[in-house]
């Protein structure tokens, strides 16, 4: 199982990015999505994760900002990040929940500045 994840970059407070995690190996469709986040000196925190069904869970700090879907075709989920702020400032990692295992996809760099 592989994971990509790509997307991140250095924006502007107020900004929009979309986080890209294409996987292989795995059925995607069938599986629970996700994305955490990272920033230094803090624990790995959930940001949003899509069931397989389609039913959706975003943690509080990013309700109404952040948005996650999912395309089963092309094995990939999105992050769609929007009013983005300083404190989203972190690396951003996907996953995938299958049969009692979650694989990780390499972190992408997110950078809220001006």
């Known amino acids: 199982v592989q994971l990509q994840a790509y997307g991140g970059g250095l924006v502007q407070p107020g900004g929009s990015l979309r986080l890209s995690c294409a996987a292989s190996?795995?059925?995607?469709?069938?599986?629970?999505v996700g994305w955490f986040r990272q920033a230094p000196g803090n624990q790995r925190e959930l940001v949003a994760r899509?069931?397989?069904?389609?039913?959706?869970n975003y943690a509080d700090f990013v309700k109404g900002r952040f948005t996650i879907s999912r395309d089963n075709a092309k094995n990939t989920a999105y992050l769609q990040m929007n009013s983005l702020k300083p404190e989203d400032t972190a690396v951003y990692y996907c996953?995938?929940?299958?049969?009692?295992?979650?694989?990780w996809g390499h972190g992408t760099q997110v950078t809220v500045s001006s």
């Open positions: 190996g795995i059925i995607f469709s069938i599986n629970a």
């Open positions: 996953y995938v929940f299958s049969v009692g295992n979650t694989y």
């Open positions: 899509a069931s397989s069904g389609g039913i959706t």
